[in-house]
Structures are given as C-alpha cells and as structure tokens.
C-alpha cells in the first residue's frame, strides 16, 4: 500500500476549524483514501472516505487535491471531544486493501 | 445495534504463560480482523477473517499466536507461550464486507511480566 505522510501533531483551539492535512505522492488511481481517529483509551473509529470528490458527512469533510497526491480533513467546529490521533490511510480495491495500515497519524491537541 | 466487544480489557500475566483474548464482532459482520499496538510502535494489522476462514494471516508474528473463529461468529487469539515484546494492546475489528469500514472494540490491554 502507498505511504501516507502527516504532521506529528497539531493544536486547535475549541469552537474553531480545523485542517488535518496528508501527504499521498504514491497513491494509485484506485486508492481510496481513510480516514480514522483514536480517541482516548479507544478502538480507533472511522471518520471520512473519498476517492476523487470531495466528501462531507456529520463528522468531518475530505478535501481531496485534484492530483489526488494530497488530501486534507476538516473538522468545522472543533470540540474537546475532537482530541485525539487522526491516521490518513490509503486502501487499494486488492485484498492488501482490506487492512488497515496505519501509520503515526497526527496528535491533535484541543484547547478551551 | 451493539458495537464490537472485547474481554478481558486488561489481562497481567507472566513471561510463558498462556492468555486468550476473545472478540464478538458486530452482529452480521462477516469480516473480522485483528490488530495490535505494541508499546511505542505503531497499530499493526495481524489477521483477516471472512467468516470461519482466514482471508489473511500475513501479520502474525510467529506461531506463538493462533486465531480461531469457529463458527463464524466470536472470535479468539491466543498467544502460548506469551513473551515479554507480546505486551501492547490487542483489538478487535469487524465489518460487513471488506474494504468497508471497520468498526473496532475497544482493545484488550495485555502485560507480560
């Protein structure tokens, strides 16, 4: 599976947007790209998928590049709650792609 | 509907000894996988189920550890004997389908002293 390269952490303040952002140079055309978070003491947990578009759901939005070599998470309104880690990850449509490989995501720290 | 579960959530046992980890995956979920963090690395696939058999096993460290899911149902991951690297936290994940979104438990916490 193609690599992932994220920020080893990143710091919000509460109620403000917040832009996790993932390096994907290698992906192949029919890598979708993940996104999970961990919170506290968790099983991580998922959050967002998209493969070209752009994606929004109740949890975050995906802003994919159109080159597909980038993408960026999207929290809105960040809350407390949001603290966690936050893994970028690339599934192919091959049984490889059927596991999760994560890599160290990135920390976000909220703050009040 | 219920999420997936996992016992025991801590499990302390010697260096040697024996310790099974079981997991019930959400209800209808064919797929199961197995997944560790062990301390300071990264969350590091072990197995895949596709109901009772073993899609992919290409994650497992050695042949200390074995996984069963007869049944198709609950799964179970034992590690004999344990060694003292095995201690990190262990979970669980189930989906409907592969390459769907995995839903996971909350992890069993296992040291080996």
């Known amino acids: 599976d193609a690599k992932t390269t994220q920020p080893n952490s990143m710091e919000s303040n509460e109620e403000e947007p917040v832009h996790l952002p993932c390096n994907h140079s290698t992906i192949s055309g029919t890598d979708y790209i993940h996104w999970y978070r961990q919170l506290p003491s968790q099983g991580p947990e998922y959050v967002i998928h998209g493969l070209t578009s752009n994606v929004n759901n109740r949890m975050a939005s995906l802003a994919i590049a159109e080159d597909r070599k980038s993408s960026t998470l999207i929290l809105h309104r960040a809350t407390l709650r949001d603290a966690a880690v936050y893994y970028c990850i690339l599934r192919g449509l091959n049984n490889a792609g059927n596991m999760l490989t994560f890599g160290g995501g990135t920390r976000l720290m909220v703050k009040p | 509907e219920a999420g997936v579960t996992q016992f025991p959530s801590h499990s302390v046992i010697e260096k040697g000894q024996t310790v099974t980890l079981r997991c019930d995956p959400i209800?209808?979920?064919?797929?199961l996988y197995w997944y560790r963090r062990v301390m300071g690395k990264e969350i590091k696939f072990l197995l895949h189920f596709v109901k009772e058999s073993k899609q992919d096993e290409s994650g497992m460290p050695n042949n200390r550890f074995l996984a069963e899911r007869t049944g198709g149902t609950y799964s179970t991951l034992k590690v004999q004997p344990a060694e003292l690297e095995d201690s990190g936290v262990y979970f669980c994940?189930?989906?409907?389908?592969?390459?769907?979104?995995?839903?996971f438990g909350p992890g069993t916490r296992l040291t080996v002293l």
């Open positions: 209800s209808g979920h064919d797929n």
């Open positions: 994940a189930s989906s409907r389908l592969a390459g769907h979104e995995q839903f």
